[in-house]
Every structure is written in C-alpha cells, then in structure tokens.
C-alpha cells in the first residue's frame, strides 16, 4: 500500500490561474480530508468527503475554493483565480470506512506558490 | 467550538532531559484526542490518542478532562525525538475530523 499520495509535491502559480491539487488515498478508503497550512501556522481543516459527497466544507473559503472526490479517481482540491494568500501546504488525509474515529493518514503535502 | 492550542511554538530540551509539549481544547462533548509527529521530511504521522492508552516511542499522554489538557511526556529525550509535534482534536459525532493546533517544534540537544 503506497500511502496517501498526492501531486504535485510543488505547484507555482501566477495570480488569477486555477490550481488543482491532487490526492489518491490508501487503497480502501473512502474517507478523504483536505487541510492548509499557512506559514506559522497549523494545520487548519477545510472539507471532510467521502466518495461522490462532501460532508463536511465549514473550513472551506466561501469563494474559489472547491473540493471533490469522485467514484472513480483522485480527490480534487480546486482553487481558481489564485492569490498570493493562497500560497500554503495543503494536505490530504484519509481514512477508512465505518463508524468511530479511526487514524487518518497524511499525505506528503502540496505546496502552492503564488507568484 | 472546538480549539486546540499549544503554547509553546518552540522547545528546546536537552538529550536525556525530560520532555513536556502542552496542549489545551476546547470542546463541549466528549473529545477523542491525538498526537501527530512530523519528523523532517516526512509525512505527519499519528504518535499515540488518548483512548488506546499506550506508550509510543516512550511518549505517554493522558486526557485531564478537568484541566482540559492533553499533555504530551517523555522522561528522557533522544536526539530522534526532534520533530514538529501536532496535538489535534477529534469531537464531531461519528465524523473523523480532526482540528489541529499550531504545533510545537522539539529540538533535542545532544
């Protein structure tokens, strides 16, 4: 099991563009979790999915950002019409299915540079 | 609403030295909380949670509901124990969400 994976590693951007960030979880799960760290800063949730439905966006920007995670294929982090204020490591998490809280494990991170 | 806060952004403690990283919440139910470790150039990984109770890597930590805290200890640091330590907060009913705080980067000095 190669773990959660996510591409790119390193994302540059100019300001306006649309950025896309990609997470594929371990196999067998179907619990995926989106986080961003500014620098300086934790970890700070955004949005909770599971396959075809967000369950939970509290921490999402209300503008530009979107998340999904499709039956089939990786997890998608969307940010359009980037902003320097965007610039931060985005991490993906998952975890597998059931009731409970179980361990989510960490993908390596994207990092997002604006420029 | 549910907080994590770790005072401490930084700590230096030398090796063999007993350790101490803090961690408060704040939550109105019953928490589920964690530990997450980043050693560098790696991925966070979990460290321990408090329900399973065990000792990882000779860290311990236990949940104080009265004191809110969820402190993490080792009686004497190694030099590998250096990393960026993640205490985080699990509460949201049958979700796995997890809230982080800021992290408190550990420096062991040989």
């Known amino acids: 099991n190669a773990g959660v994976m996510q591409n790119p590693r390193h994302l540059v951007r100019r300001r306006g563009q649309e950025a896309r960030l990609r997470c594929s979880p371990m196999k067998g799960h179907s619990h995926v979790y989106w986080y961003r760290q500014l620098p300086e800063e934790g970890l700070k949730f955004m949005v909770y999915l599971q396959k075809e439905n967000i369950i939970d966006e509290s921490g999402m920007p209300k503008e530009r950002f979107s998340a999904e995670f499709p039956k089939e294929g990786p997890s998608i982090l969307r940010i359009q019409q980037v902003v320097r204020g965007d610039s931060a490591a985005y991490f993906c998490?998952?975890?597998?299915?059931?009731?409970?809280?179980?361990?989510?494990?960490f993908g390596q991170g994207t990092r997002l540079t604006v420029v | 609403a549910q907080r994590v806060t770790q005072p401490e952004k930084l700590l230096s403690v030398f090796k063999g030295a007993p350790v101490e990283l803090k961690c408060n919440y704040s939550?109105?139910?019953?928490?589920?909380l964690f530990w997450y470790v980043q050693y560098s150039r790696q991925r966070l990984q979990l460290l321990l949670r408090h329900i399973s109770r065990e000792s990882i890597k000779g860290f311990t930590a236990d949940l104080n509901k009265g004191e809110t805290s969820f402190h993490l200890k080792k009686p004497f640091a190694q030099e590998e124990d250096s990393a960026m330590y993640y205490c985080?907060?699990?509460?949201?009913?049958?979700?796995?969400?997890?809230?982080f705080g800021t992290g408190t980067r550990l420096t062991v000095i040989p």
């Open positions: 998490a998952s975890s597998p299915p059931g009731q409970g809280r179980t361990e989510a494990f």
């Open positions: 985080a907060l699990s509460g949201i009913g049958g979700a796995n969400n997890l809230f």
């Open positions: 939550y109105s139910g019953s928490p589920e």
